[in-house]
């Protein structure tokens, strides 16, 4: 069977964006990331945001006070029930929705889903291929220090919790303690490839199943 869905899984600095970017181009898909976020807020009937939290498991309290000093508190926003997510949908009700718009998704083809773990949502589907873009974390933190415009220890830090968030995003979601090669059917190291390298990569495995 042909893929008509292309999942992209990855960590961060490890070139996946471009690469999902140019993958697209050439193969004349869409290209969906954050409008699944949008499309299980509409479906879920609460803010985009407040679903991204719930990818994330970042609280909205958390958030408000990231980066403020205890001086800055007394003038700081108002913490009510609501702005901490009391009476929005429970955290069940939202990751099946995340789930139900990447399936949708899926089914009209022709498009390459970035993140969310689709690669896991879709695991049963034959036209869904599904890519991990990887690179080890020195290539990792390199690339992140010179995009960000971080030093390299801030660029550490940075991989550290956004790899610690993906692995609890993907444990909570499909109660996947260890994720693994065989969870994809193609994994390309960007520590020698470029990401147009990787989109090249499976560009050809999509055609090779026409």
């Known amino acids: 069977m042909a893929y008509r869905v292309v999942c ?34 509409i479906e879920a009937g609460v803010d985009k945001e407040f679903v991204a939290d719930v990818e994330r498991r970042k ?9 403020i000093g205890p001086a800055s508190l007394a003038t700081g926003p108002m913490v009510t029930p609501e702005s901490i997510g009391v009476g929005q949908p429970a955290g069940d009700e939202l990751r099946e929705s995340i789930k139900s718009v990447i399936e949708d998704t899926a089914t009209t083809g ?4 970035v993140a969310h ?3 896991l949502t879709l695991a049963a589907r034959d036209d869904v291929l599904r890519v ?18 971080l030093d390299e220890r801030e660029a550490a830090r940075f991989i550290k919790r956004s790899d610690a968030g993906r ?6 979601f499909y109660g ?12 390309i190291n960007t520590d020698k ?3 147009d390298d990787a989109a090249r990569l499976v560009v050809d495995a999509v055609n090779g199943s026409s």
């Open 8 to 41: 992209i899984s990855s960590e961060d600095g490890a070139g996946a964006a471009e690469a999902a970017r140019t993958l697209a181009e050439t193969l004349g898909f869409r290209l969906i990331d954050e409008d699944i976020v949008a499309r299980a807020a």
């Open 59 to 67: 609280a909205i309290l958390i958030r408000l006070l990231e980066g």
């Open 110 to 113: 022709n498009v390459v889903i």
């Open 117 to 119: 773990a689709a690669s």
């Open 132 to 149: 991990l873009i990887t690179a080890s974390a020195q290539t990792r933190q390199r690339r992140l220090a010179a995009s960000l415009g």
């Open 167 to 172: 692995a609890d995003y993907i444990k909570r």
């Open 176 to 187: 996947v303690g260890s994720e693994r090669p065989t969870h994809y059917d193609l994994v």
């Open 193 to 195: 490839l470029t990401p």
